[in-house]
């Protein structure tokens, strides 16, 4: 420390002197009555699950980390007529827990919509403020759609039936023997289902009717059973499908065969095994180009080739044949209806095919930009994560769609009749398409349980989202107007301010079930996307958070995290306490709203203030008693007297005049600049949630100086805080969080001295008077 320093250091010091005699007075008095310890800085040790063997306090899998695996034989066919879809699966599950379990459990999500469905008898909300007339007409109009799954048989390796039981989404294998630890079990299961209209119902996947040309489109998913997962943390994760916890799917590798009618386009999670089989020589030849063309895609079915195939219905059948290693899910989309495009993306060494499905109803719009947003995702999540370890990310266009599979995600974004459409439908279009095709790196690889907490991946997805569309408006700026600045819908602070601030009885805390959530939007995606961002680039800064955020990834990929081990990975790779942080804003439904309360103007003095008087006379002390002392004495209290203005301190304070004689030589004191001016700023805390303190104090001269004081600084005061600043010159104005960069809901208190905003009605009474 040097001796300039020094100087101010022994004032402040004094300050806190002054303080803990308070602090005694209060104990010798009693009147604390004690307490738990409600600090917002307590460590998450009650919220916390415990570190184990299988999940350590790091964040990182521990040494007996483990999950299953399920690998998938199927044969899926497709009747186009009847929009019905048949299937003939194996699976074989492989028990790597240490666990025996006396039966499996099997995802049956189309029962969703089977026609005693219970997920429509949850609905106490009465009557709606409006229906879509899809909606109403399938509720109330239509008979109930027969959607569920068809079970024709369960069957084991030896073709023997195989007991089961189901309780809606679920279905229970009571295998005749337990799987034990190490084992695994292969069994067979045949269905079909009526496949359900996407646009005027509801469901992540199924047809759009296209009544100009007779013909649908198909984006299928959840179509087949699936594996529960088994985990160290649920057990079986059977908890039914209700409709907005999305799903919980363990790892494994998939052989599927597609058979649709021989004129549809098709594209699926997994490598295409017989491309010379279902493609034509000019698709063939396109293709070869496509793999060579890394700035821009190349049609591989052109919108007449679709067109032409819109007239055709062929009764004549084609089989698709895909590989899929180490996926947790399968999709397809299939229609004859399909154009196609696709462009090579460079991801570290290896080069990923971006491509593009879409009808003609999606162009020119979706020729324009679906496969761009596809080739920027991939970089951006990339860069931020790890590598794209597929060959591919696919794009699909359905009308009002947005759902993610592995390679392959539905999105909306349809252009007029006419071929226009607004800057809305434009953004909407790319912001999708980014967000589906980010889903790969969470949850299809970084393997959360959706079921769970939505926000795992729906957050953390939608933070990356942001980060990826800006990127998007800074490379094509002629297609993000203006100056490319991308216009997020979510993940800037100030978007996040209206739900925050909203009604408390209707906001969960981010950490909670989906199916409990009021309002999953602003829940799952927008608060934890904002969340992030704030810890990346206020809190924690961009090199901490980047490098944290890519261990989690790192750690996580093909695996299945859990929340702790997301916010305790954070923690361990940057030494930055996020207990506080991760407390405020996904345990809680605090909100943010930090202002500037006061400002006190003060001048140093040698002559003891009131309160130092009463303190001397308290203990019978005199000034000689003890050492010299330097007073800081209030501008609007007794114990300022009007000669100590406009003067520094060595003026007006002997006692510091000689310190600085006895402890400077006459060089360093010539390097002294005193400040003349001494303020007391109290900062206050409305908002529950302890944020950086950001301030930006403005002199006289005009000169700023921007100060962000660490959240910490909220430790033993929550409500109130205050600051001594020093400064030659005058201070004029303060502002806390110039920049918006906190979430604050109320900014009315954010600025010294107060700016006098006039309420609307002291306008309309001003205009009243003017007439
Ligand atoms: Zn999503």
Request: overall charge negative.
């Given at each position: 420390?040097?001796?300039?320093?020094?100087?101010?250091?022994?004032?402040?010091?004094?300050f806190?002197?002054?303080?803990?005699?308070?602090?005694?007075?209060?104990?010798?008095?009693?009147?604390?009555?004690?307490?738990?310890?409600?600090?917002?800085?307590k460590?998450?040790?009650?919220?916390?699950?415990?570190?184990?063997?299988?999940?350590?306090?790091s964040?990182?899998?521990g040494?007996?980390?483990?999950?299953?695996?399920?690998?998938?034989?199927?044969n899926?066919?497709?009747?186009?007529?009847?929009?019905?879809?048949?299937?003939?699966?194996?699976?074989t599950?492989?028990?790597?827990?240490?666990?025996?379990?006396?039966?499996?459990?099997?995802?049956?999500?189309?029962?969703?919509?089977?026609?005693?469905?219970?997920?429509?008898?949850?609905?106490?909300?009465g009557?709606?403020?409006?229906?879509?007339?899809?909606?109403?007409?399938?509720?109330?109009?239509?008979?109930?759609?027969?959607?569920?799954?068809?079970?024709?048989?369960?069957?084991?390796?030896?073709?023997?039936?195989?007991?089961?039981?189901i309780?809606?989404?679920?279905?229970?294998?009571?295998?005749?023997?337990?799987?034990?630890?190490?084992?695994?079990?292969?069994f067979?299961?045949?269905?079909?289902?009526?496949?359900?209209?996407?646009?005027?119902?509801?469901?992540?996947s199924?047809?759009?009717?296209?009544?100009?040309?007779?013909?649908?489109?198909?984006?299928?998913?959840?179509?087949?059973?699936?594996?529960?997962?088994?985990?160290?943390?649920?057990?079986?994760?059977?908890?039914?499908?209700?409709?907005?916890?999305?799903?919980?799917?363990?790892?494994?590798?998939?052989?599927?065969?597609?058979?649709?009618?021989?004129d549809?386009?098709l594209?699926?999670?997994?490598?295409?095994?017989?491309?010379?089989?279902?493609?034509?020589?000019?698709?063939?030849?396109?293709?070869e180009?496509a793999?060579?063309?890394?700035?821009?895609?190349?049609?591989?079915?052109?919108?007449?080739?679709?067109?032409?195939?819109?007239?055709?219905?062929?009764?004549k059948?084609?089989?698709?044949?895909?590989?899929?290693?180490?996926?947790?899910?399968?999709?397809?989309?299939?229609?004859?209806?399909?154009?196609?495009?696709?462009?090579?993306?460079?991801?570290?060494?290896?080069?990923?095919?971006?491509?593009?499905?879409?009808?003609?109803?999606?162009?020119?719009?979706?020729?324009?930009?679906?496969?761009?947003?596809?080739?920027?995702?991939?970089?951006?999540?990339?860069?931020?994560?790890?590598?794209?370890?597929?060959?591919?990310?696919?794009?699909?266009?359905?009308?009002?769609q947005?759902?993610?599979?592995?390679?392959?995600?539905?999105?909306?974004?349809?252009?007029?009749?006419?071929?226009?459409?607004?800057?809305?439908?434009?953004?909407?279009?790319?912001?999708?398409?980014?967000?589906?095709?980010?889903?790969?790196?969470?949850?299809?690889?970084?393997?959360?349980?959706?079921?769970?907490?939505?926000?795992?991946?729906?957050g953390?997805?939608?933070?990356?989202?942001?980060?990826?569309?800006?990127?998007?408006?800074?490379?094509?700026?002629?297609?993000?107007?203006?100056?490319?600045?991308?216009?997020?819908?979510?993940?800037?602070?100030?978007?996040?301010?209206?739900?925050?601030?909203?009604?408390?009885?209707?906001?969960?805390?981010?950490?909670?079930?989906?199916?409990?959530?009021?309002?999953?939007?602003?829940?799952?995606?927008?608060?934890?996307?904002?969340?992030?961002?704030?810890?990346?680039?206020?809190?924690?800064?961009?090199?901490?958070?980047?490098?944290?955020?890519?261990?989690?990834?790192?750690?996580?990929?093909?695996?299945?995290?859990?929340?702790?081990?997301?916010?305790?990975?954070?923690?361990?790779?940057?030494?930055?306490?996020?207990?506080?942080?991760?407390?405020?804003?996904?345990?809680?439904?605090?909100?943010?709203?930090?202002?500037?309360?006061?400002?006190?103007?003060?001048?140093?003095?040698?002559k003891?203030?009131?309160?130092?008087?009463?303190?001397?006379a308290?203990?019978?002390?005199?000034?000689?008693?003890l050492?010299?002392?330097?007073?800081?004495?209030?501008?609007?209290?007794?114990?300022?007297?009007?000669?100590?203005?406009?003067?520094?301190?060595?003026?007006?304070?002997?006692?510091?005049?000689?310190?600085?004689?006895?402890?400077?030589?006459?060089?360093?004191?010539?390097?002294?600049?005193?400040?003349?001016?001494?303020?007391?700023?109290?900062?206050?805390?409305?908002?529950?949630?302890?944020?950086?303190?950001?301030?930006e104090?403005?002199?006289?001269?005009?000169?700023?100086?921007?100060?962000?004081?660490?959240?910490?600084?909220?430790?033993?005061?929550?409500?109130?805080?205050?600051?001594?600043?020093?400064?030659?010159?005058?201070?004029?104005?303060?502002?806390?969080?110039?920049?918006?960069?906190?979430?604050?809901?109320?900014?009315?208190?954010n600025?010294?001295?107060?700016?006098?905003?006039?309420?609307?009605?002291?306008?309309?009474?001003?205009?009243?008077?003017?007439?």
């Amino acid at each position: 420390m040097n001796k300039i320093k020094y100087y101010f250091a022994s004032i402040l010091f004094l300050f806190g002197a002054m303080a803990i005699a308070q602090e005694e007075e209060e104990v010798k008095e009693g009147r604390d009555p004690g307490h738990y310890n409600q600090s917002r800085f307590k460590q998450l040790y009650e919220e916390f699950a415990t570190p184990n063997t299988y999940r350590s306090a790091s964040g990182a899998p521990g040494p007996d980390y483990y999950q299953q695996r399920a690998d998938y034989d199927m044969n899926i066919e497709l009747d186009d007529k009847n929009s019905k879809i048949y299937g003939e699966e194996t699976i074989t599950y492989f028990n790597n827990s240490p666990d025996n379990l006396e039966f499996l459990w099997v995802q049956l999500d189309q029962n969703v919509r089977a026609k005693d469905s219970k997920s429509p008898l949850r609905d106490g909300n009465g009557v709606n403020f409006a229906y879509t007339t899809g909606n109403f007409a399938n509720t109330y109009v239509s008979e109930p759609f027969d959607g569920g799954f068809n079970i024709e048989y369960v069957k084991d390796a030896n073709g023997r039936p195989l007991s089961y039981t189901i309780n809606q989404t679920m279905m229970r294998l009571n295998i005749p023997q337990p799987l034990k630890s190490g084992e695994q079990i292969s069994f067979s299961i045949k269905w079909w289902y009526n496949i359900n209209d996407h646009v005027n119902g509801r469901g992540r996947s199924g047809y759009e009717y296209f009544p100009k040309d007779g013909n649908r489109a198909y984006v299928i998913a959840q179509f087949f059973p699936r594996m529960a997962v088994y985990s160290d943390v649920e057990g079986w994760q059977n908890h039914q499908f209700w409709g907005s916890g999305e799903f919980a799917l363990p790892f494994g590798n998939y052989n599927v065969n597609i058979t649709v009618p021989a004129d549809h386009v098709l594209d699926a999670t997994g490598v295409l095994q017989n491309r010379k089989e279902v493609f034509s020589k000019d698709m063939m030849k396109r293709y070869e180009m496509a793999k060579k063309s890394y700035d821009k895609p190349v049609v591989i079915v052109t919108q007449e080739e679709a067109e032409a195939a819109e007239k055709g219905f062929s009764e004549k059948k084609k089989t698709w044949k895909f590989k899929a290693t180490n996926v947790r899910d399968y999709g397809f989309a299939t229609s004859r209806k399909f154009v196609w495009d696709m462009q090579a993306v460079k991801i570290g060494s290896k080069d990923v095919m971006a491509v593009s499905l879409y009808p003609k109803e999606g162009n020119p719009l979706w020729e324009e930009q679906s496969t761009k947003a596809v080739a920027q995702t991939l970089k951006t999540y990339s860069k931020h994560t790890f590598d794209y370890p597929y060959h591919k990310a696919i794009s699909v266009h359905a009308k009002n769609q947005g759902m993610e599979y592995p390679m392959i995600c539905w999105n909306y974004g349809r252009p007029n009749e006419d071929g226009t459409y607004s800057d809305r439908t434009k953004y909407g279009m790319i912001s999708v398409i980014i967000h589906e095709v980010g889903h790969n790196f969470f949850p299809m690889i970084v393997n959360s349980d959706e079921r769970q907490w939505g926000w795992m991946d729906e957050g953390l997805d939608t933070f990356m989202q942001y980060l990826a569309e800006q990127e998007f408006g800074k490379n094509y700026p002629e297609v993000i107007a203006p100056n490319g600045n991308y216009p997020s819908r979510r993940g800037e602070p100030s978007k996040i301010v209206p739900y925050m601030s909203g009604d408390q009885s209707h906001i969960s805390p981010i950490m909670s079930n989906p199916e409990n959530v009021y309002q999953l939007g602003p829940n799952a995606y927008g608060k934890p996307a904002t969340a992030l961002n704030i810890l990346r680039e206020t809190v924690m800064g961009k090199e901490l958070f980047d490098h944290a955020f890519k261990t989690y990834a790192q750690r996580w990929k093909f695996k299945h995290p859990t929340p702790e081990d997301f916010f305790r990975t954070l923690e361990d790779a940057s030494a930055v306490d996020l207990d506080w942080y991760w407390r405020g804003w996904f345990y809680t439904t605090d909100y943010v709203d930090i202002g500037v309360k006061g400002v006190k103007k003060y001048f140093v003095s040698d002559k003891p203030t009131k309160e130092m008087e009463k303190y001397m006379a308290d203990r019978n002390l005199t000034e000689a008693d003890l050492p010299p002392l330097v007073y800081l004495a209030e501008e609007d209290s007794e114990d300022f007297s009007p000669e100590l203005k406009g003067k520094s301190p060595t003026e007006t304070s002997q006692n510091l005049k000689e310190f600085m004689m006895d402890n400077m030589t006459e060089a360093e004191r010539a390097q002294v600049v005193e400040p003349k001016y001494f303020y007391e700023v109290t900062f206050d805390k409305p908002g529950g949630i302890p944020m950086p303190l950001i301030v930006e104090y403005t002199y006289a001269d005009g000169t700023k100086e921007n100060v962000t004081y660490p959240a910490e600084i909220w430790r033993k005061n929550d409500a109130e805080v205050k600051r001594v600043i020093s400064s030659e010159k005058e201070l004029v104005g303060i502002i806390v969080d110039p920049k918006l960069e906190t979430a604050d809901i109320d900014t009315a208190n954010n600025s010294w001295p107060i700016k006098e905003e006039k309420s609307d009605f002291d306008k309309f009474k001003e205009n009243i008077k003017g007439k």
